[in-house]
């Protein structure tokens, strides 16, 4: 499993979420019609970040000044990839994974739909959070865990395998925790010390990452 990024106290809660798209420039006729077309149809996320305080030992146990500073390192900057819990996204119940063909024991990838009704969009999450319960139903009634498992190798492609391979025509659901697979957009931090052993980090800027890279 990836290193996962630090929750620490003193995250602010001005907190910015930027999903983007990547489609080719607009392009218009001589009438004026304008034709776009999509390069993909799942976004990048983008968050930016704000800690007020991190502490550097100001009490027994709070270190989050080297937390954040150390992990920073760790990650040497845009290069390392971890995994973020976005905490306004990462959990779903029943999600649609497939319907069963008689043929396939193994089901890819696993997704999450955000949104309501048809305000939604559908795309694979980063990586199943193994600590966290995950159900599987066919057709609505619970699986025995025995019987399948979660092949996580691959971040954006976490697979659901079944050992025996299931009747066709059942449809799949889960209920499942997940990360986003992420990386940092800079390669500088800009700490500020505002008092003894207590710092501020104003903008961590992190983004989700494409299966593979």
Same mark, same amino acid.
């Given at each position: 499993?990836?290193?996962?990024?630090?929750?620490?106290?003193?995250?602010?809660?001005?907190?910015?979420?930027?999903?983007?798209?990547?489609?080719?420039?607009?392009?218009?006729?001589?009438?004026?019609?304008?034709?776009?077309?999509?390069?993909?149809?799942?976004?990048?996320?983008?968050?930016?970040?704000?800690?007020?305080?991190?502490?550097?030992?100001?009490?027994?146990?709070?270190?989050?000044?080297?937390?954040?500073?150390?992990?920073?390192?760790?990650?040497?900057?845009?290069?390392?990839?971890?995994?973020?819990?976005?905490?306004?996204?990462?959990?779903?119940?029943? !999600?649609? *994974? $497939?319907?069963? %063909?008689?043929?396939?024991?193994?089901?890819?990838? @696993?997704?999450?739909?955000?949104?309501?009704? &048809?305000?939604?969009?559908? !795309?694979? *999450? $980063?990586?199943? %959070?193994?600590?966290?319960?995950?159900?599987?139903? @066919?057709?609505?009634?619970?699986?025995?865990? &025995?019987?399948?498992?979660?092949?996580?190798?691959?971040?954006?492609?976490?697979?659901?395998?079944?050992?025996?391979?299931?009747?066709?025509?059942?449809?799949?659901?889960?209920?499942?925790?997940?990360?986003?697979?992420?990386?940092?957009?800079?390669?500088?931090?800009?700490?500020?010390?505002?008092?003894?052993?207590?710092?501020?980090?104003?903008?961590?800027?992190?983004?989700?990452?494409?299966?593979?890279?």
């Amino acid at each position: 499993m990836l290193p996962v990024y630090p929750t620490l106290i003193g995250l602010a809660f001005s907190v910015d979420w930027t999903p983007t798209f990547f489609n080719m420039p607009t392009q218009v006729s001589a009438g004026g019609a304008e034709v776009d077309m999509g390069l993909s149809p799942i976004p990048t996320h983008q968050f930016d970040l704000v800690y007020n305080f991190l502490r550097d030992k100001f009490q027994p146990g709070t270190q989050e000044f080297k937390t954040m500073f150390g992990f920073f390192l760790a990650m040497r900057g845009t290069f390392g990839r971890f995994l973020f819990l976005n905490p306004d996204d990462n959990s779903v119940v029943g !999600e649609l *994974v $497939g319907t069963t %063909d008689g043929v396939n024991n193994i089901y890819a990838p @696993l997704q999450r739909t955000f949104g309501t009704a &048809s305000n939604s969009g559908t !795309e694979p *999450v $980063g990586y199943v %959070d193994t600590t966290k319960p995950f159900r599987v139903y @066919l057709d609505g009634v619970l699986q025995d865990h &025995s019987t399948y498992e979660i092949l996580a190798l691959n971040p954006c492609y976490q697979q659901l395998k079944f050992f025996t391979t299931p009747t066709t025509g059942q449809e799949i659901r889960v209920d499942m925790s997940y990360f986003y697979y992420c990386k940092f957009v800079e390669n500088s931090l800009d700490f500020t010390k505002f008092m003894d052993r207590l710092w501020s980090l104003q903008k961590v800027s992190i983004k989700s990452c494409r299966a593979g890279t």
